[in-house]
């Protein structure tokens, strides 16, 4: 059986850690706050002390972090990080969202020492992952590809081809600058709708009738409206998102994407950074 190292147990790999648990994967499990560890312990899988522990003992290693700083720690650090303790033939799968320059990097310094990097950055939230409902982004070389997707199958509803390093984090943030100018958006929307004499809801049930209507207006409208803010996709990380985005696009060739991210911006200066991202509503009330 193949032996699979998860690291990084917050609010999303927690949840993909344990569907791998649940489908009946060897797994070992990696976190930096060594207590999130301990359920999946109990559980039935073991616990690594380092990132270059768990790449000694797995054949395929899995990380899902934060940023490209953390992506960095967890996979390069001379003394702890993954790839010291991965041997040639062993794979790699990077499902974090992270800047297309740096898992280029991180592809080729892999690449050195036999080590094949699945690029797989993910799209959807906490229900979808939970559901195995995600789309998958997968760039790299096809084999290591053909042999990453049988281990992510029991995550996701869908694996897209998208080419070499760095294209799946491309079409990540591309995806990601769509779902915040249309949170950006409606967060205006509900307010102008709040504030005329026209019932809010009754207005949504009428536009998602019309074309306009997008497969997630749904959630994002009624999170606003019934002033839901669970964090599922708390606004700090989608304005990291917005972040890479536009150092990709070029903040001067992607005026749309800006103007959101000042919305973003101004929700985390008035303490909402925590909150889902459908917070930015509480702005215009």
Known sequence: ???IAFLGLGAMGSRLAKNLLDAGADLIVWNRSEEKTRPFVEAGAR??????EAGESADVVIAMVADDEASQDIWLDAETGALAGMASGKTAIEISTLQPDW????GERMAQKGVALVEAPVSGTLPQAENAGLVFFLAGESEALDRAEPILRPLGKSF????AWGSAATVK?????ILGINVAAWAEVIGMLDRSPTDTQTAVDAIAKTAVWAPNFGYVTSSMIRSDFDPKFPVELLDKDFRYALGL???DKAPMIEKAHE???????EGLGAENMTAVAKLYR
Do not use: F, Y
């Open 1 to 3: 059986m193949t032996t």
């Open 103 to 106: 898992v280029r990097t991180l």
């Open 263 to 269: 919305t973003l911006k101004q929700a985390i200066s």
């Open 249 to 251: 696009a070029g903040s």
């Open 47 to 52: 616990a690594a002390s380092s990132p270059r």
């Open 173 to 177: 943030l591309a995806t990601n600058a």
């Open 160 to 163: 897209e081809r998208v080419g």
